[in-house]
């Protein structure tokens, strides 16, 4: 099949008219303006603007995403408030827009409890609950980008490594393509665990050029997978990667959307979408969620899109593109022209409009007023928690026992000698099979493990008893191995991955040490 382009690009009125709720419509364009207002407002905090906080000096780097709003705000309305997302080190707006939609489907209880979690007065029946619940997620992820204890990850993780696993967000991700294989092995982990959930990979258009990226694609559509891996690629392509150009520059092609044909003979179902239209990316979200959700993933898409400043606020982008090249891109903002569409069909008016975008300015005043000056920078003494885990498996009980008819041939232990000894490569042996035989959650898989039991032996046997499906080859890609068996972890399967040799595991170490290693703190 053809890799599409712009297959759907109407505007407000046409999505209404093809079954999309004014309420909906009206959440997305309050979504935009949220994430808007809120990177604007990083802005001023940077350059000390911040009337309330005067003298206050944000640190680090910080990577805005103004102008691509339409992507994140179509994305995650477009997805259910159960399915995950992996994001990028520019995820602000991603963040936003995962938490706002989870909060939609909570109940009053689940609300006020989560108002309460940074002290704010609220209780089920309160009648401006939703309202309230809005404002703490924005004050959690602006405390965040300040380091506050109140922050989602406690200010560990700030912009570029914001998380919130009760909404299914797994995390943001400072390098380059680092949450690929993540993305990919949680989606693995929804297959096998049985649920109908997918997995969206946001990332953007550097990391498409990235090795993380063929390896995890490739994972994903190995064809030993009978049901297709339920992940959704979505490049946000803002056409930089920093200042490299992806057209006419640093690749070959003129969009990325044809690598999907390298994969699959579904081409993975790719295409390129209008990024600054926030409808045409929720259209072809959604189609994508079906078919992962049918077993037909993965899908590949390339949301075209611009981002207005530069790579980070240290990048004044003069020396690499134009004055015009971004009035050009500016002329299509989704949000002025999402409103002018709602204007004209009536589902807005001039006054609505202008108060909805007061009230996200005002929401994001006070969230940076809030993380500012009254949320609580960590104890120093705490810095240690969350480093290493104090839980284990035990006492899991009978529930998540491989069922015996689950089972192809019967567990059998290796001989002992007149010493009761066994080989080390036998007690491995051992050791995976009771594990797996405890909790059918545990899986195996990575180089050589399957039919031939692995280059020392150590998984011999398994593949007999547990199938396929628990014990399987990866292609010969170690970064995809350890970054999948990541985000099978994250989402509650148990792997067990193997690389062969101890001088393969640099191919490894970004997803060693910057994933596998940082993630859980």
């Known amino acids: 099949p053809p890799v599409s382009r712009f297959r759907w690009n109407g505007d407000v009125k046409q999505a209404l008219d093809e079954g999309l709720s004014p309420e909906e419509a009206l959440r997305m364009f309050e979504v935009m303006l949220y994430i808007r207002a809120f990177e604007e407002m990083i802005v001023q905090l940077k350059s000390g603007r911040f009337k309330p906080m005067p003298g206050f000096k944000f640190i680090g780097a910080t990577h805005l995403s103004i102008g691509q709003e339409g992507v994140a705000a179509g994305c995650m309305a477009a997805i259910r408030p159960d399915d995950y997302i992996t994001s990028s080190h520019r995820g602000h707006g991603h963040s936003i827009a995962k938490g706002y939609y989870a909060l939609l489907s909570r109940t009053p209880e689940e609300l006020a409890t989560f108002c309460r979690e940074i002290n704010m007065q609220a209780s089920p029946d309160d009648p401006d609950l939703l309202d309230k619940a809005i404002q703490v997620h924005l004050n959690r992820t602006m405390a965040e980008l300040m380091g506050k204890e109140e922050g989602y990850c406690r200010g560990r993780g700030g912009g570029m490594h914001i998380a919130d696993f009760h909404a299914g967000h797994l995390g943001a991700n400072a390098i380059v393509g680092g949450s690929m294989a993540i993305a990919t ?18 990332a953007g258009d550097g990391a498409a050029n990235n090795g993380i990226c063929h390896e995890s694609m490739n994972f994903a559509t190995m064809a030993q997978f009978k049901r297709g891996c339920p992940v959704v690629y979505l490049i946000e392509n803002n056409q930089y990667g920093m200042t490299g150009q992806q057209v006419g520059e640093v690749t070959g092609i003129r969009y990325l959307s044809r690598r999907g044909a390298g ?18 990316v929720y259209e072809a979200v959604k189609r994508a969620a079906e078919l992962c959700r049918k077993g037909q993933g993965p899908v590949l898409l390339e949301c075209l899109t611009y981002r207005y400043l530069g ?12 004055e015009a090249e971004e009035a050009a891109w500016r002329a299509h903002d989704p949000i002025d022209n999402f409103e002018k569409q709602a204007i004209a069909c009536g589902l807005l008016t001039e006054e609505t409009a202008a108060a909805y975008r007061k009230r996200a300015q005002d929401r994001i005043y006070e969230a940076a007023r809030w993380a500012g000056l009254e949320a609580h920078d960590p104890d120093p003494a705490t810095i240690y928690e969350g480093l290493m885990t104090d839980t284990t498996s035990e006492g899991i009980g009978p529930e998540w026992a491989t069922p015996p008819t689950e089972l192809l ?6 001989k002992r000698d007149g010493q009761g000894r066994i080989l080390y490569r036998h007690a491995v042996t051992e050791a995976l ?19 031939y039991g692995g280059a020392f032996g150590a998984t011999r046997g398994l593949i007999e008893i547990f199938g396929r499906n628990r014990v399987f080859n990866t292609a010969i890609s170690e970064a995809a191995i350890a970054g999948t068996a990541c985000g099978a972890a994250m989402v509650g399967l148990r792997p067990v991955v193997e690389i062969m040799y101890i001088d393969f595991i640099l191919m490894a170490m970004d997803q060693v040490g910057n994933q596998v290693a940082k993630s859980r703190y």
């Open 263 to 280: 994969y699959n003979p579904q081409n993975m179902h790719a295409e390129t979408v209008n990024g600054m239209n926030p409808l045409a």
């Open 311 to 322: 790579h980070s606020l240290s990048d004044d982008r003069k020396s690499y593109r134009s």
């Open 433 to 451: 099979m009771e594990e797996m035989l405890r909790d059918r959650r545990v899986v195996v898989y990575g180089e050589d493990v399957a039919d």
């Open 409 to 414: 041939a019967e567990p059998v232990k290796t």
């Open 185 to 202: 092995g949680a989606a693995m982990a929804c297959q096998k665990l049985g649920t109908d959930k997918i997995v969206v990979c946001l």
